[in-house]
T-cell receptor, first 110, second 111 residues
Framework: NAGVTQTPKFRVLKTGQSMTLLCAQD?????MYWYRQDPGMGLRLIHY???????AKGEVPDGYNVSRLKKQNFLLGLESAAPSQTSVYFC?????????FGSGTRLTVV | GENVEQHPSTLSVQEGDSAVIKCTYS??????FPWYKQELGKRPQLIIDIRSNVGEKKDQRIAVTLNKTAKHFSLHITETQPEDSAVYFC??????????FGKGTMLLVSP
């Protein structure tokens, strides 16, 4: 039982490049989330999903897109990376029993 | 939307002392309040949570209190130990939906 798995764990991008972060959960959770964490800012919600085929914007959605084609997967895309998107990205899923976080992806945009 | 304020941003205590971290929230509909501990380079780990139908919850050296009228909740750590040093986050949500986090408190426990 892996819980929430994020790939990749580290990535360096050049400005303007694109990439997709993958989040996979094996707990059959309906709700999934993408957060970014910056020093002194806590975790801020980028996008979330309340079920397969649904997505919604969070607090800081600009520059990101998401998809939830399968219940167990939640993808976060950066179409044209900017240095301001340098951050640590956490995926999470939840049920009535609580939240489970992935181990994070450290992304650097140069 | 929900707004969560957390204080202090840093807290230094001596080993064995108590530590208190306070949070306020803005949305009276919030009913779930977890606290997370995050060590450097690691994911947030749930240490305790409280639901709105409860005023206080305790788990060994950790306790959380909730005042719904004033819309604030606090984390209390007693008999602090050096391994308690980490960043602590409070959060609030409505029925296990999106979490809104405070900005964190860096707790330093000196031996």
């Amino acid at each position: 039982n892996a819980g929430v798995t994020q790939t990749p764990k580290f990535r360096v991008l050049k400005t303007g490049q694109s990439m997709t972060l993958l989040c996979a959960q094996d707990m059959n959770h309906e709700y999934m989330y993408w957060y970014r964490q910056d020093p002194g800012m806590g975790l801020r919600l980028i996008h979330y999903s309340v079920g397969e085929g649904t997505t919604a914007k969070g607090e800081v959605p600009d520059g990101y897109n998401v998809s939830r084609l399968k219940k167990q997967n939640f993808l976060l895309g950066l179409e044209s990376a900017a240095p301001s998107q340098t951050s640590v990205y956490f995926c999470a899923s939840s049920s009535a029993w609580g939240y489970t976080f992935g181990s994070g992806t450290r992304l650097t945009v140069v | 939307g929900e707004n969560v304020e957390q204080h202090p941003s840093t807290l230094s205590v001596q080993e064995g002392d108590s530590a208190v971290i306070k949070c306020t929230y803005s949305d009276s509909a919030s009913n779930y309040f977890p606290w997370y501990k995050q060590e450097l380079g690691k994911r947030p780990q749930l240490i305790i949570d409280i639901r709105s139908n409860v005023g206080e919850k305790k788990d060994q050296r950790i306790a959380v209190t909730l005042n719904k009228t004033a819309k604030h909740f606090s984390l209390h750590i007693t008999e602090t130990q050096p391994e308690d040093s980490a960043v602590y986050f409070c959060a609030a949500s409505i029925r296990y939906s999106t979490l809104t986090f405070g900005k964190g408190t860096m707790l330093l426990v000196s031996p």
